[in-house]
Structure formats: structure tokens, C-alpha cells
């Protein structure tokens, strides 16, 4: 069946640092690819999303890119901000529904 | 615009009670979904409608878990004869098309502990 698998949190970076959360899929056809951010108190949100191979989705200065080679979506940002602080998830699609991985909570120190 | 909205924001029930979470979505959207959050996990899917249809319901848990939206627009989700494993964020989401890539929006969730 359709997965997918993120690395495990928490993260704790200081402010400036580059980021990279690793996110992997098993589906079958071509399903589409998702980062949701849930901020402390606030409900989940569409970071940015790919919909094909090598589609890369940017937002907020971070960036993902669709690799179908090696069914991976990893989330970067060059200089996160204390302000990143959230739970991150890595979403897929083929059918509507959404199937999540279990969430990487972000922890940014100044 | 006003977005996707649900009630109560919290919820507590004792063991066997019957709840219901009601949500309003983003109006005229078409698609409206059910997912329901453990504690430190990612959202898990329930039930999917397209309008007043239900097209998918394989994520519900139990026969104890039933999922309406009569007209198409507010949904409600009732848990009959709640049970510890129940306790959970259940969020709701709206997408304005009928399906994937669209962009689901969700609202804020009903925490439910069963006590």
C-alpha cells in the first residue's frame, strides 16, 4: 500500500543553519507530493507541493523536489528563522485522500 | 475569507457516551475530508465526500464511526459508544475541486478524550 516514511524528530538547529528533513514514499501509479507545516496552536497548513517527476515545489524560501529515482520529496531551506519552528509532515496523493508521515517536529534556537 | 471551521474545539466524553463533531467547510467546496490525529502522529484518513456523497469510508475504524453531509456543505462526525482508543485530534479538511492535486484546507480540530 501506499506510505510514507520521515526522519525522526526532533530537529534542534540554531538560527541561520541549513536545513534538510528527509522524506521517502512507496505508491503505486504517480502520486502527488506534499509538505503540511502545523505552527504551535495553529491548524495544518500546504507548504508546497510537486504533482510530476522532478517538479520542484518552493515556498517561504524552502524547497523540495519530486524524485521519482529514488521516491524521495526531502524538504531544504538554506537559513531558517526561529520562526520555523513548527511540525512538519510529508504528504502523498493518488486518490484524493491524503496519507501522511508521522511528522518532524523543527525546534530553531536564536 | 472565513476558512474551514469545526466544533467544540474540545471535547470530553466518558467511556460509552456518544459524541458528535460537526465541521464547516470553506463554502462551495466540493470535497470535504475526515482525519483523525493521534497523539505525536501524522493525521490518519477516515471518509471522503464529494458534495452529499460519500465515496470513501475505508479509513473508518469501526461501525461505531458514521460520517454524514446531507446537503453538501456542514458535516458531522459521530462516534457512538466512545472508547479510550478514540481519544484523538479529528480534523476536518475542504478542497475545492474533487480531487488530488488540489489543495485541502484544515481547520484547527476537535481534541476528544475519553475519560
Known amino acids: 500500500g501506499n506510505s510514507v516514511t520521515q526522519m525522526e524528530g526532533p530537529v534542534t538547529l540554531s538560527e541561520e543553519a541549513f536545513l534538510t528533513i528527509n522524506c521517502t514514499y512507496t505508491?503505486?501509479?504517480?502520486?502527488?507530493l506534499f509538505w503540511y507545516v502545523q505552527y504551535p496552536g495553529e491548524g495544518l497548513q500546504l507548504l508546497l507541493k510537486?504533482?510530476?517527476?522532478?517538479d520542484k515545489g518552493s515556498n517561504k524560501g524552502f524547497e523540495a523536489t519530486y524524485r521519482k529515482e529514488t521516491t524521495s520529496f526531502h524538504l531544504e531551506k538554506g537559513s531558517v528563522q526561529v520562526s520555523d519552528s513548527a511540525v512538519y509532515f510529508c504528504?502523498?496523493?493518488?486518490?484524493?485522500?491524503?496519507?501522511f508521515g508521522q511528522g518532524t517536529t523543527l525546534q530553531v534556537k536564536p | 475569507g472565513a476558512g474551514v471551521s469545526q466544533s467544540p474545539r474540545y471535547k470530553v466524553a466518558k467511556r460509552g457516551q456518544d459524541v458528535a463533531l460537526r465541521c464547516d467547510p470553506i463554502?462551495?467546496?466540493?470535497?470535504l475530508f475526515w482525519y483523525q490525529q493521534a497523539l505525536g502522529q501524522g493525521p490518519e484518513f477516515l471518509t471522503y465526500?464529494?458534495?452529499?456523497?460519500?465515496?470513501?469510508k475505508s479509513g473508518l475504524p469501526s461501525d461505531r464511526f458514521f460520517a454524514e453531509r446531507p446537503e453538501g456543505s456542514v458535516s458531522t462526525l459521530k462516534i457512538q459508544r466512545t472508547q479510550q482508543e478514540d481519544s484523538a485530534v479529528y480534523l476536518c479538511?475542504?478542497?475545492?475541486?474533487?480531487?488530488?492535486?488540489?489543495?485541502?484546507?484544515f481547520g484547527p480540530g476537535t481534541r476528544l478524550t475519553v475519560t
Open positions: 479538511a475542504s478542497s475545492e475541486r474533487r480531487a488530488d492535486p488540489y489543495e485541502q484546507y
Open positions: 505508491a503505486t501509479g504517480y502520486p502527488s
Open positions: 510537486a504533482t510530476k517527476a522532478d
Open positions: 504528504a502523498l496523493s493518488n486518490t484524493g485522500k491524503l496519507i
Open positions: 463554502s462551495g467546496h466540493v470535497s
Open positions: 465526500f464529494q458534495n452529499e456523497a460519500q465515496l470513501d
